[in-house]
DNA sequence: TCTTAACGTGAGCTTTTACTCACGTTTATT
DNA sequence: AATAAACGTGAGTAAAAGCTCACGTTAAGA
């Protein structure tokens, strides 16, 4: 019989939700500048603007602020995902998927600086979980589309290949984004561009500069595409 | 006039020294196992089966043990570094020195499993220097290699391919040592060294199964040796 | 309008933990 | 042997920070 008031209670009325979404955009930005370790629940509820009872109201303790911030970048990033899915993935070359998944990506790094810093606290116990399931999605799509490309790999070698993928796109995006400067990033990018073709193409034997259209008949296309430039 | 007592003092005698150790070797086993954050002073004096006074004879605080670890690192990583300078540079590939590059890295991972836990640690404040520092040591190493490799690259782009290539290697064997078994971690590795040996033999015109002594003569060498396999 | 429930507040309680210090013990020096 | 210096100890201190709670305010339902 748990008839005594819940101490915790999601937001019903308008204001408490957008009080909420307050205090997640403040903890976005104090775990931005100080890191989850240094910044403080008072902390976050004075860059909110509300007091420290208002946070525990809607958050059990300060890991829920961490993982409700790891659900709203989950969000944000399966419509990224969405948005990111080519039109025209018959027209389109494996450089130029490459290209525009990169840039993407990068784009939404830039919008979203918090992002990065999350990912940065994930080994924090209450973030594992959500972390594996966000690479493995993450995985699984590259896995997906591989899979596609090159139904001659096994399942076993899809996933890794997957995983080394997500692994070495992560790695230099944030390599990128350390560079303050914007012809540094680029020329980072574009290493990390040259580097997923190269790979992508060889692993899945698709040449780099021919709209897939032209290999959908053929199975497991064996053309060691290499060309000099 | 400082004639007071020092708070904190190098060991001078042999007892200490090997106290200095013990405490090294527990901060570096509790903090495998807790992370930096949830370790406590107390914990790593107790595993090193010492009092938490002498503890801070020793180290001034608690992220004194983290540079003393990054330092102590840092050294096996010199040593590691200059092991794996190859003995016959001009008879090895391409492919040969970036394999043997990595599988010797890998073994030292295996060795310190703490290496990779302080790796994850090094956002923290006391450390940052530290490890631009080591990250700037390992990506000159190797863009001092490819710099002799391909003469006709630009100082900026040496710069860059060597951060580039730090940048992948530190995710990718973090990424292999994630693994339990090793079937999966060779596996991992595997895609490393063909990631890396596409790139560099892309980046510096270097085909990767010459020997490297054959190119040394020509300048430049614009030999775009490009195979099947 | 009256009642109830959701919401908002911030002083302060409680727990945790980095760190100290006064005192005892071992080693070096004369 | 005597003195000093380095070393070793752990109960205890102090400050920080997560979190509570008793009370006041606003919105919803009858």
Do not use: C, W
Not at 118 to 135: K, S, T
């Amino acid at each position: 019989m748990e008839t005594s008031p819940p101490r915790r209670r999601d937001p019903v009325q308008a204001r408490s939700r957008a009080r909420v979404d307050a205090i997640l955009d403040a903890a976005d930005a104090v775990f931005l500048e100080l890191g989850f370790a240094e910044a403080t629940t008072n902390h976050v509820a004075a860059r909110a603007q509300t007091s420290i009872g208002s946070l525990y109201r809607f958050f059990p303790d300060k890991d829920a602020l961490l993982v409700a911030l790891a659900e709203r970048y989950g969000d944000r990033m399966r419509a990224l995902a969405s948005q990111l899915t080519p039109m025209d993935p018959e027209g389109a070359t494996l450089r130029g998927l490459i290209s525009d998944g990169i840039d993407g990506f990068s784009a939404f790094l830039l919008a979203n600086p918090g992002f990065v810093t999350l990912i940065h606290e994930a080994r924090h116990p209450a973030l594992v979980a959500g972390r594996r399931h966000q690479e493995g999605q993450m995985a699984a799509l590259i896995g997906g589309l591989s899979g596609k490309l090159a139904p001659h790999l096994s399942p076993e070698e899809v996933q890794i290949l997957g995983e080394v993928a997500q692994a070495v796109l992560s790695a230099l995006q944030t390599l990128a984004h350390l560079q303050a400067d914007a012809a540094s990033r680029e020329a980072t990018l574009n290493e990390a561009k040259l580097m997923m073709t190269l790979y992508l193409s060889r692993r899945l034997g698709v040449p780099e500069d021919v709209p897939l259209a032209r290999l959908g008949g053929e199975h497991s296309g064996q053309n060691s595409g290499q060309r000099g430039a």
